[in-house]
């Protein structure tokens, strides 16, 4: 598994905004293979920004880059970066391996398996 995010620093006062722009969108995720589940995260907030995160889990890395040059991808960011500005400089992406996934009933899968 892969698991893909990007932290946006919110501008204060258009946190607003932001929500309505990422949970009023069409994503096309599940239209894509490969794709698991998706996040939007609020977390903490700073004196001049809320931190926010994307975070979406994939089968594996080769479905998330395949997802990064589809056209459902740009459906799905077709608008980004046309209203006002809603975050300080770019968002920050990270991507992980997933290693060892517990389970709830102490399950346990290590990548290798």
Do not use: C
């Not at 919110?10 to 949970?23: P, Y």
């Not at 096309?28 to 995260?41: I, R, S, Y």
């Not at 920004?49 to 740009?74: G, K």
């Amino acid at each position: 598994m892969f698991i893909a995010m990007n932290r946006f620093k919110v501008l204060k006062g258009a946190e607003a905004d932001f929500e309505h722009v990422w949970l009023s969108r069409e994503t096309h995720l599940d239209e894509v293979a490969g794709f698991v589940e998706f996040h939007l995260l609020k977390g903490p907030v700073r004196d001049d920004h809320v931190l926010y995160a994307s975070h979406t889990i994939w089968r594996s890395r080769a479905n998330f880059e395949a997802w990064t040059r589809s056209e459902q991808f740009r459906k799905a960011h077709g608008g980004a970066g046309s209203s006002k500005p809603l975050y300080q400089g770019h968002p920050e992406f990270e991507g992980f391996e997933v290693l060892q996934t517990v389970m709830q009933d102490g399950t346990r899968r290590d990548a290798a398996e």
